[in-house]
């Protein structure tokens, strides 16, 4: 077996050996390289727009309704357009022309959403933009729809640098089939498309509502749309209302989770705890126990009141919560409306010793 592969590699060096990307020769024009000039080219490789997740290629960006994925992409479009060197922690590498493709927005939402917008460099793309094209066009396809209009405007407007579309699907043909073969087709037109502009088309997507996969396999659609983008970022809620979690992985990219938040402005920053530090989700038997102990210690009293102060830990061994501390705070709060229908008010303070709770129970008026 040894001799054969050393006289197929002498052979294999002694001969021109072809790549064949399509057809030998079509009009005069050959459609394949020698290994040996393919390997002398030098490619004219560009920069990721930003370094990581928007590299020359496509981005899938999916999650849930209403999760926040069109105020990410708007947050991630001002930062390339407003001389922000980085967006959260990533560096941007290059700017120029954003396009941005509103087709999930109302024109209302959208000039709500950029009212104080006002860049030279970013061009949206209304629905209504994208019907009339349509309307008057004679393209086969809604892709074909989205490179005449982003070839108008680099040619009326200049180099871009990055494309969005807000949603995918809705530049698909309502008759292609949602399967593995034809969404590999579609994208693969996305990223021919890309790596010939030298730009990045960052893709808005749903994800399913299947909470046994892992996130970042949660996209709608079958596994032919992750094999053809070269990031994947799926955007989730955490049990903090005000917290939500990216999870990002890519070519070369490690997977990653950056915890962020929405400032006063909409725009996305990078929140600074921990995924431990979230408070999770606290057991309906938590609140059982608490609302036993406070009423059996009232009703234990002559004047059928309750009065107790400590720290977090206490209330959890003398109320036998089955919580960790860090879920007491988490557990009166989201409950007010339930404990004072039982009588039960409460207030929280921090000490240099730690947190502690106060219990006010009255039960007095109460007719026996």
Same mark, same amino acid.
């Given at each position: 077996?040894?001799?054969?592969?050393?006289?197929?590699?002498?052979?294999?060096?002694?001969?021109?050996?072809?790549?064949?990307?399509?057809?030998?020769?079509?009009?005069?024009?050959?459609?394949?390289?020698?290994? /040996?000039?393919?390997?002398?080219?030098?490619?004219?490789?560009?920069?990721?727009?930003?370094?990581?997740?928007?590299?020359?290629?496509? &981005?899938?960006?999916?999650?849930?309704?209403?999760?926040?994925?069109?105020?990410?992409?708007?947050?991630?479009?001002?930062?390339?357009?407003?001389?922000?060197?980085?967006?959260?922690?990533?560096?941007?590498?290059?700017?120029?022309?954003?396009?941005?493709?509103?087709?999930? +927005?109302?024109?209302?939402?959208?000039?709500?959403?950029?009212?104080?917008?006002?860049?030279?460099?970013?061009?949206? @793309? &209304?629905?209504?933009?994208?019907?009339?094209?349509? $309307?008057?066009?004679?393209?086969?396809?809604?892709?074909?729809?989205?490179?005449?209009?982003? !070839?108008?405007?680099?040619?009326? /407007?200049?180099?871009?640098?990055?494309?969005?579309? !807000?949603?995918?699907?809705?530049?698909?043909?309502? +008759?292609?089939?949602?399967?593995?073969?034809?969404? @590999?087709?579609?994208?693969?037109?996305?990223?021919?498309?890309?790596?010939?502009?030298?730009?990045?088309?960052?893709?808005?997507?749903?994800?399913?509502?299947?909470?046994?996969?892992?996130?970042?396999?949660?996209?709608?659609?079958?596994?032919?749309?992750?094999?053809?983008? +070269?990031?994947?970022?799926?955007?989730?809620?955490?049990? !903090?209302?005000?917290?939500?979690?990216?999870? @990002? &992985?890519?070519?070369?990219?490690?997977?990653?989770?950056?915890?962020?938040?929405?400032?006063?402005?909409?725009?996305?920053?990078?929140?600074?705890?921990?995924? /431990?530090?979230?408070?999770?989700?606290?057991?309906?038997?938590?609140?059982?126990?608490?609302?036993?102990?406070?009423?059996?210690?009232?009703?234990?009293?002559?004047?059928?009141?309750?009065?107790?102060?400590?720290?977090?830990?206490?209330?959890?061994?003398?109320? +036998?919560?089955?919580?960790?501390?860090?879920?007491?705070?988490?557990?009166?709060?989201?409950?007010?409306?339930?404990?004072? /229908?039982?009588?039960?008010?409460?207030?929280?303070? $921090?000490?240099?010793?730690?947190?502690?709770?106060?219990? !006010? @129970?009255? $039960?007095?008026?109460?007719?026996?």
């Amino acid at each position: 077996m040894t001799a054969i592969i050393l006289t197929l590699g002498r052979y294999l060096k002694s001969q021109t050996f072809y790549i064949l990307t399509y057809l030998p020769k079509v009009g005069g024009k050959m459609f394949y390289y020698s290994v /040996e000039n393919y390997s002398c080219q030098k490619t004219n490789q560009k920069e990721d727009i930003i370094k990581g997740i928007c590299p020359v290629g496509l &981005t899938l960006l999916f999650g849930p309704e209403k999760v926040g994925k069109s105020l990410l992409v708007r947050s991630l479009s001002l930062a390339l357009v407003d001389g922000s060197q980085q967006f959260l922690e990533y560096k941007i590498s290059r700017k120029g022309n954003v396009v941005y493709f509103a087709l999930d +927005d109302s024109e209302t939402t959208l000039h709500n959403r950029f009212d104080d917008s006002i860049f030279s460099n970013f061009f949206i @793309v &209304t629905t209504k933009c994208f019907l009339e094209a349509q $309307r008057y066009g004679s393209q086969y396809s809604k892709i074909g729809y989205v490179f005449q209009i982003l !070839d108008s405007i680099i040619k009326n /407007e200049g180099p871009v640098v990055l494309v969005i579309i !807000d949603t995918l699907e809705k530049i698909r043909n309502t +008759d292609s089939k949602r399967d593995y073969a034809h969404e @590999v087709e579609d994208l693969n037109a996305l990223k021919v498309k890309a790596e010939e502009l030298g730009i990045n088309i960052l893709l808005v997507h749903h994800s399913t509502k299947n909470t046994k996969l892992e996130p970042l396999q949660n996209y709608y659609g079958s596994k032919g749309i992750g094999a053809e983008v +070269d990031v994947l970022i799926a955007i989730n809620n955490t049990t !903090d209302q005000k917290i939500q979690s990216l999870m @990002v &992985t890519g070519n070369n990219l490690p997977k990653k989770e950056i915890l962020v938040s929405k400032n006063t402005d909409l725009n996305y920053q990078i929140e600074t705890m921990n995924r /431990e530090d979230l408070i999770q989700d606290v057991p309906e038997k938590a609140l059982i126990q608490l609302i036993k102990f406070c009423t059996k210690n009232a009703q234990s009293s002559p004047y059928r009141k309750f009065h107790w102060v400590g720290m977090f830990p206490d209330l959890i061994t003398e109320a +036998d919560l089955d919580i960790p501390p860090k879920n007491v705070g988490r557990l009166l709060k989201d409950n007010e409306k339930q404990l004072l /229908e039982c009588h039960i008010s409460f207030s929280i303070c $921090r000490r240099k010793y730690g947190m502690v709770a106060t219990l !006010d @129970v009255d $039960r007095s008026n109460e007719v026996e």
